[in-house]
Structures are given as C-alpha cells and as structure tokens.
Nanobody, 125 residues
Framework: QVQVVESGGGLVQTGGSLRLSCTASGGTVSYPVMAWFRQAPGEEREFVGAGGRMFIHADSVKGRFTILRDVAKNTLYLQMNSLKPEDTAVYSC?????????????????????WGQGTQVTVSS
C-alpha cells in the first residue's frame, strides 16, 4: 500500500514563504506524476501544480509558486513565495499512476490514486 505524507505547512504573514514536501512510499514503482491540490473552507479542491513527466502550474500561482520533484526520493516539493491570504487552504498531495501526453488530465482529481491527509497553510493579513 502506498503511503503519502505531506509536511511543511504553517502560519505565515502576507508576502512570506513556505516550502511543502510530499513523499510517497510503500510502492515498487516510480510514479509518473505527483501533484498538489488545495481546498479552502467552503470551496472545492483546486489544482495547484504537478511534477514528474511534465511540470504544470495553475494560472493562479504562476510566478509565485514552483513545483520541484526529486524522482529518486519520490518526493514532490511546493515552494511558495509572495503568499497571500487567499492562499490559505489545506494543501493535499496526490500520486498518479497514469501516463498522459497532455497536461489537462493531470489537472483533474480523478487522475490521482493515492492521497495524503493534507497540511494546513494559513496566511495572515
């Protein structure tokens, strides 16, 4: 059984930075894509970014957030700079076993088989 563990969340002031980590373990293969999604209170879960076969960033975070991937460690990072109060959410990491040539499938929840429990990011104004 694959286990997915996130870390690095916390409380930060507007304009600050945080780095989230997500490690997948327990499987026997390398995962083609891992991704970050986030969910704010009362909102649907939304795509943030993905890394692996391709690197994708949501328009809402381009220029501020960067996806990094250490394939050997099955670890995905999310470097978040210039944080805003609207970035406040629970950030969850998903692991996909699918192979797609286009970005769009990887921006959708259904591409991801395994999930972590999430880590809270709170940005104060």
């Amino acid at each position: 059984q694959v286990q997915v563990v996130e870390s690095g969340g916390g409380l930060v002031q507007t304009g600050g930075s945080l780095r989230l980590s997500c490690t997948a373990s327990g499987g026997t293969v390398s995962y083609p894509v891992m991704a970050w999604f986030r969910q704010a209170p009362g909102e649907e879960r939304e795509f943030v970014g993905a890394g692996g076969r391709m690197f994708i960033h949501a328009d809402s975070v381009k220029g501020r957030f960067t996806i990094l991937r250490d394939v050997a460690k099955n670890t995905l990072y999310l470097q978040m700079n210039s944080l805003k109060p609207e970035d406040t959410a629970v950030y969850s990491c998903g692991v996909s076993l699918e192979y797609h040539s286009d970005e769009d499938p990887y921006m959708r929840l259904r591409a991801y088989t395994y999930w972590g429990q999430g880590t809270q990011v709170t940005v104060s104004s």
